[in-house]
T-cell receptor
Framework: DTGVSQDPRHKITKRGQNVTFRCDPI?????LYWYRQTLGQGPEFLTY????????KSRLLSDRFSAERPKGSFSTLEIQRTEQGDSAMYLC??????????????FGEGSWLTVV | DQQVKQNSPSLSVQEGRISILNCDYT??????FLWYKKYPAEGPTFLIS?????DKNEDGRFTVFLNKSAKHLSLHIVPSQPGDSAVYFC????????????FGKGTSLLVTP
C-alpha cells in the first residue's frame, strides 16, 4: 500500500492526557498536511510542512498542539492536556510540490480521537 | 467564515440518472478546485479537480464545471451508481497564498436502485 498511512486509527483517552498521532505520507511527496474533521463539517486545515519545515499554521492549532516532521518523512501530531472539544478525526495528507498538481492532496484514512 | 459553501446537505438520485452536486465560493482568489468523496470512518478520496483557467474537466463518469463569474462549480456524475453513495466535499485553494484547502460542509449523496 503506497497511500498515506496513519496510526493509530482510533484512540480513546481521558481528558487531560496527552496523545500522539503518526503519519507516513506517500513516499515521493514532500508536502504534508494535518487537517481536523468534526461531525457535519468539512476538513479544517491545521498545519502544513514542506520537507521538514513547518510553513503554515492555522489559528485552530492552539499551543496544546504541536506537529513535527523531523526528517522530512513521517510526521507526528501531539495534543497535550486533551479536552473534550479535541474529539475529532485527525487527517493527514500529502502532495507533490509544484504547480496546480501540488494542490491536489491525498488523504490518509484518519485517526479518530475520543476524549472522555 | 465559510468561503466554500455546499448548500444542499443531501441529495437522493435513482441509479442510472445524473447526480448534480453544487458548490459556491466567495474568495475570488481561489484558482484551483477539487472534489473529494468520503465514506464513513475513512479519509476523503480525491475525485477530480479543475484549475481556474478551465471551465470543464471530465474523467469517466465525473465532470466538473466551473463558472468563475458566478463563483460556482458543480460535479456531475453520469450515470449514477449505488456505489457512488457517499459524502462529497468541494474544496478550493489560492495557490498564491499558501497550500491550505478550504472545504465545504459536504453533500450526502444517496443513489437508490
Amino acid at each position: 500500500d503506497t497511500g498515506v498511512s496513519q496510526d493509530p486509527r482510533h484512540k480513546i483517552t481521558k481528558r487531560g492526557q496527552n496523545v500522539t498521532f503518526r503519519c507516513d505520507p506517500i513516499s515521493e511527496h514532500n508536502r504534508l498536511y494535518w487537517y481536523r474533521q468534526t461531525l457535519g463539517q468539512g476538513p479544517e486545515f491545521l498545519t502544513y510542512f514542506q520537507n521538514e519545515a513547518q510553513l503554515e499554521k492555522s489559528r485552530l492549532l492552539s499551543d496544546r498542539f504541536s506537529a513535527e516532521r523531523p526528517k522530512g518523512s513521517f510526521s507526528t501530531l501531539e495534543i497535550q492536556r486533551t479536552e473534550q472539544g479535541d474529539s475529532a478525526m485527525y487527517l493527514c495528507a500529502s502532495s507533490l510540490a509544484g504547480g496546480y498538481s501540488g494542490n491536489t492532496i491525498y488523504f490518509g484514512e484518519g485517526s479518530w480521537l475520543t476524549v472522555v | 467564515d465559510q468561503q466554500v459553501k455546499q448548500n444542499s446537505p443531501s441529495l437522493s438520485v435513482q441509479e442510472g440518472r445524473i447526480s448534480i452536486l453544487n458548490c459556491d465560493y466567495t474568495n475570488s482568489m481561489f484558482d484551483y478546485f477539487l472534489w473529494y468523496k468520503k465514506y464513513p470512518a475513512e479519509g476523503p478520496t480525491f475525485l477530480i479537480s479543475i484549475s481556474s483557467i478551465k471551465d470543464k474537466n471530465e474523467d469517466g463518469r465525473f465532470t466538473v464545471f466551473l463558472n468563475k463569474s458566478a463563483k460556482h462549480l458543480s460535479l456531475h456524475i453520469v450515470p449514477s451508481q449505488p456505489g457512488d453513495s457517499a459524502v462529497y466535499f468541494c474544496a478550493a485553494s489560492d495557490s498564491n497564498s499558501g497550500y491550505a484547502l478550504n472545504f465545504g460542509k459536504g453533500t450526502s449523496l444517496l443513489v437508490t436502485p
